[in-house]
């Protein structure tokens, strides 16, 4: 069974000495915490907020330089309202924050300074320490905000269409992640240190398919990400429950892919969740996915069970 840990909290980068106090909140990138961030609805912009943002894109358009190098324009960021209305303060997740506002991000970063006067100055120094992320090509859309003295721009690019759109059956999305993982059993592949030959393909088993979806949505249900399940279980429990006689069991999980193929390509680059889909001892499978209640958050849950027949 691939152990799988949680993601820990973000730890701000100490800063070296600027004119301002400057702060990035460092990004998660497909695989955002179930822990609840910091959303508040606030009042109009103060002044100057939108023209960061404004300022920004003018940026990214003509920027000149970046860390002393020459650096390439960038296409403008579509302004986002909801990317303007959060609070993202120390150690808040941004991806959290925004899915409670109602924006779900693939990927999402806010970058901040303290003590520019100006929308102008504001930039200068967020230019100057973050030049990089302000310029980055992967994000489609932003918001800025100020309170106090304090500007922050928050950079993102919206979640794609949740697998419940292209794949209105689960069993259509486990057939696809069957298929990624008996291609990738065809070839020799190394899982970290370990080195694996080519396997025979496995086969699909509807019983561990529906372990695989019973773990996926209740994972989906009650916000967790574990292969112990809130009631006790472990996937042998629930294999076992399903109705599946095993000699033996390994599971895979992942969250935030947004499609089969994402999911597999996922556990192809972790070792130990490689070294389950190349193990040559499992000889089935099932797999499915779930999707949290609040579809909103676009926050999808995937189990893959392996298992070998008594």
Request: charged share 15%; aromatic share 8%.
């Amino acid at each position: 069974m691939a152990a799988t840990s949680r993601p820990s909290p973000i730890t701000l980068p100490t800063m070296p000495t600027l004119p301002y106090r400057a702060r990035c909140a460092l990004p998660l990138l497909f695989s955002l915490a179930a822990w609840p961030g910091v959303a508040t609805a606030v009042p109009a912009p103060a002044y100057g907020a939108e023209q960061l943002a404004t300022l920004v894109n003018a940026y990214r358009l003509a920027p000149g330089s970046c860390m002393g190098r020459s650096a390439a324009p960038a296409r403008a960021l579509a302004p986002h309202p909801a990317l303007a209305r959060v609070r993202i303060g120390p150690a808040t997740f941004t991806e959290v924050a925004l899915e409670q506002a109602g924006y779900a991000a693939e990927r999402a970063v806010s970058v901040s300074v303290n003590g520019p006067q100006t929308p102008a100055d504001a930039l200068a120094v967020l230019q100057q320490k973050y030049c990089s992320t302000l310029l980055d090509t992967r994000f489609s859309a932003i918001g800025s905000y100020r309170e106090g003295n304090e500007w922050t721009v928050i950079l993102a690019r919206p979640a794609p269409p949740l697998p419940s759109d292209s794949y209105p059956d689960w069993h259509d999305a486990g057939q696809a992640i069957l298929a990624g993982v008996n291609a990738a059993r065809a070839s020799a592949r190394s899982c970290g240190t370990q080195q694996f030959g080519p396997a025979p393909p496995v086969s699909w088993n509807p019983q561990l398919g529906e372990a695989a979806l019973a773990h996926s949505r209740d994972m989906a249900a009650r916000r967790y990400f574990s292969h112990r399940a809130r009631d006790g279980t472990q996937p042998a429990d629930r294999a076992t429950r399903a109705g599946y006689a095993w000699q033996r069991v390994g599971e895979n999980i992942a969250f935030g892919q947004s499609t089969p193929g994402e999911a597999v390509a996922g556990w192809l680059d972790s070792p130990g969740h490689c070294a389950n889909i190349m193990n040559p001892g499992f000889t089935e499978m099932g797999a499915a996915y779930g999707v949290s209640a609040d579809k909103r958050s676009g926050i999808v849950y995937w189990t893959q069970v392996f298992g070998r027949p008594r």
